[in-house]
């Protein structure tokens, strides 16, 4: 029989559904309410362009931000479980949120190049498009399959074996340097060097 918790679970996850809608949505319309009210840019779309650019960057840029903190910080306690438990999250959040929200990232930043004729020799451009090129690829050749591996790796030798322990540790390395990757090209969008 189901306890008076259990059964007040389904109704707690739809009051949070719910809540966690109604605040996307209110989010949403404010930023259109934005877009429509900026002098800033030289179009709406140029607007609308750059929020989803920026935005997409700061969930991007921050989320690995936030992978890589707590990694060091795995790393640190030396604590095999809990590396395996991040290396599991973070090659979830990789395929599921930073792949296409880099997409979106990639696309808007084109948008706004084709809306203000930026040019596409233009060196910030140009490490934007790079920086992005680099960062497909790493994942596209080497982060995701390694992910595979290592999920492998869990279900067959264990999380704490020496050789699962080393997959993960290399992974996150090179999910750090392709965070500062990711972390130069904000530099270049931001600051505009050689221009
Ligand atoms: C690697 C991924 C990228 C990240 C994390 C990123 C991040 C950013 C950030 C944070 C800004 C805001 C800068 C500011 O307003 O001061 C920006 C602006 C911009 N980015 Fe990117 N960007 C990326 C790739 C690209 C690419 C590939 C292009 C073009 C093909 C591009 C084109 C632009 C443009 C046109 C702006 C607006 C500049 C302005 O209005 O002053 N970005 N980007």
Do not use: C
């Not at 707690?12 to 949505?25: E, I, K, M, Q």
């Not at 680099?134 to 080497?142: A, K, N, R």
């Not at 591996?149 to 322990?165: C, F, N, P, S, Y």
């Amino acid at each position: 029989m189901e306890t008076p918790d259990t059964a007040a679970a389904p109704t707690d996850r739809r009051a949070s559904n719910t809540l966690t809608a109604l605040v996307g949505l209110a989010v949403a319309v404010l930023v259109i309410v934005f877009v429509f009210n900026t002098n800033s840019f030289t179009s709406h779309w140029y607007a609308f362009f750059k929020w989803a650019h920026v935005t997409g960057a700061v969930l991007w840029v921050g989320g690995g931000l936030a992978l890589t903190i707590l990694a060091l910080w795995a790393e640190r306690k030396q604590d095999p479980v809990e590396m395996a438990m991040l290396a599991r999250q973070a090659a979830f959040i990789g395929e599921r949120v930073f792949a296409p929200v880099g997409l979106l990232v990639f696309l808007a930043g084109i948008a706004m190049v084709i809306n203000l004729h930026w040019g596409w020799g233009t060196s910030w451009i140009v490490i934007g498009l790079v920086g992005y090129a680099l960062t497909f690829l790493t994942g596209l050749l080497v982060l995701g399959p390694q992910a595979k591996r290592i999920g492998q790796l869990i279900e067959t030798v264990g999380a704490d074996a020496a050789e699962t322990q080393a997959a993960i540790r290399r992974i996150l390395l090179i999910a750090r340097v392709d965070e500062g990757v990711l972390l130069l090209v904000v530099a270049a969008m931001i600051l505009k060097p050689f221009t």
